[in-house]
């Protein structure tokens, strides 16, 4: 079973990028990082979780909230085992826990961005935006 680990979180200010990170472990020769479909999630204080982006197994498909498009950036390096969320222009209403998420896909190429479509997911790393 695959294990991952988020890091990168923090407290910032309005305005401020931030950078998360999902490192994957527990990969096999059969079961690579590069057949697994990749997705963050975030969960505010008193709110349901709720998608934030997602990336295909081959990083050419990518979907977003609208509420993060164009501000935020989800990628993958398949070399590292590990996917990113680039957030730029933060602010306080993304405050929350993101974790991450990944399932295998086999062939297929496409994002999900359903919950119940991924399978194994982090601990979560808390993002505080606040002046």
């Known amino acids: 079973q695959v294990k991952l680990v988020e890091s990168g979180g923090g407290m910032v200010h309005p305005g401020d990028s931030q950078r998360l990170s999902c490192v994957v472990s527990?990969?096999?020769?059969?079961?690579?990082?590069?057949?697994?479909?990749m997705a963050w999630f975030r969960r505010a204080p008193g709110k349901e979780r709720e998608f934030v982006a997602a990336i295909s197994r081959s990083g050419r498909n990518t979907s977003y909230n609208p509420a993060v498009k164009g501000r935020f950036t989800i990628s993958r390096d398949d070399a590292e085992s590990t996917v990113y969320l680039q957030m730029n222009s933060l602010k306080p209403e993304d405050t929350a826990v993101y974790y991450c998420?990944?399932?295998?896909?086999?062939?297929?190429?496409?994002?999900?961005?359903?919950?119940?479509?991924?399978?194994?997911w982090g601990q979560g790393t808390q993002v505080t935006v606040s002046s």
């Open positions: 998420a990944t399932r295998s896909s086999g062939l297929a190429d496409h994002v999900a961005i359903r919950a119940r479509d991924y399978s194994d």
């Open positions: 527990g990969l096999t020769i059969s079961m690579p990082f590069d057949i697994y479909r």
